[in-house]
């Protein structure tokens, strides 16, 4: 069904195909309720309902209809979510600032941020952000109040502080992407309870590594934790800081970048093995997202040489991840939904079959019912004729003896 009213996807833009996607499957589960609706009151007011042979277990409509409400529920609230990690000052406040092209998280020096954050995209015109420990709204129009919300009395390492932000304000956020800053990895000892608690429904994760050293202890055993625990997760590197290496001479750089290449390839493919060296190629990227901020933010006038190209891979960056994002997203929420669906219509039908089996027999049994009460009247018909024809003789037979002893008694 959903493949025979979707156009061609990639004719959408790639974090459009989500919203698509969601309305496609949102519209076909609403069809579906509406014929389950249907169906319960042909039910409630059909002679099924006092049949012993059909028990709910085949033909629950009411529990099928709970069903697909949850399941309408569940698209409801999909989203698509990113998690950002990396060691504290890495530079992942600063990526996802210039992916939302502002500066909309403190960033820098003495705003590290201690617990998790997100960032979601809302029909609103004044940001403002939730803290765990809070029902209500706080203003978060500046970036000082935000990061004093943030950093006050620090909060539990594994709590999460919701930023909800303007749709208008930013294009990333406006096609239900969340996105989740973390605490630098190197911050706490219990990442297990990260990725439950944050993770599992992650479509995405993105590791902001420093160009300027290896990928380090903290960062390789997190996500050889991820990679347990999650089925196939969907990681890019970023080697941020790219522009520190400007100073370099091209052979240098050169060398630094393959010797990084090579090692993330190595940890990816042999340690997780998780991707093929093709595919971790195209997912590693040496870029500066303090200049792809400035540069969005137009300050870009005291970049280091080689900005360009920095831009640019940053940009080839922003790219894959929406292709990746997307279709994951799609993939993994989507997909079981519509094998539930599946499940449910597959069952409906049996139930369907048994209705349609349950309905003949209903009317054969009426039918030979008919028949026999046909016979039992007919039976009666001629029953009742012979004995009128019997009664009818025997009253002639009277009137005529009875005739005979009026005509003798009147002779006498
Ligand atoms: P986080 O702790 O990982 O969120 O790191 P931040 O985004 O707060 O960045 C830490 C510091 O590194 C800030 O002063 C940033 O301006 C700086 N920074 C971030 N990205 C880059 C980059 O690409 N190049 C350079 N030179 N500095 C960066």
Known sequence: ELLKHTPDLTNIPPLQRFGFAK???NDIFEK???FLEEM???IGNSFIKDTNDLHGEHLDTQNMLRQIE??????DRDHMKVAFFGRTSNGKSTVIN???RDQILPSGIGHTTNCFLSITGVDVQEPYLLRPDSPDKKNAQTIKRLSNSLSKECLDPNAIVRLYWPKTKCALIRDEVVLVDSPGIDMSPDVDGWIDTHCQDADVFVLVANSEST???SEKSFFKRVNAKLSQPNIFILNNRWDCSAGEDTATRDEVRSQHQERTIEFIV????LMTRKETSERIFFISAKEALKIRMGQASDLAQGWEERHKEFEDFELKFENCL???AINTKFHSHALRGRDIANSLNESLVKVEELSFNYRKKCEEERKRKEQQLNFVLKESEAIKHHFKKKIESVGSHVEDLVSDALRE
């Open 23 to 25: 309305k496609r499957i």
């Open 32 to 34: 579906f309720k509406v």
């Open 40 to 42: 319960d009151t042909f």
């Open 70 to 75: 949850s399941i309408v529920q569940i698209i």
């Open 98 to 100: 210039s992916m939302l």
């Open 215 to 217: 990928l380090m202890h």
């Open 270 to 273: 042999d340690e997780l093995g």
């Open 326 to 328: 997307s279709a994951s």
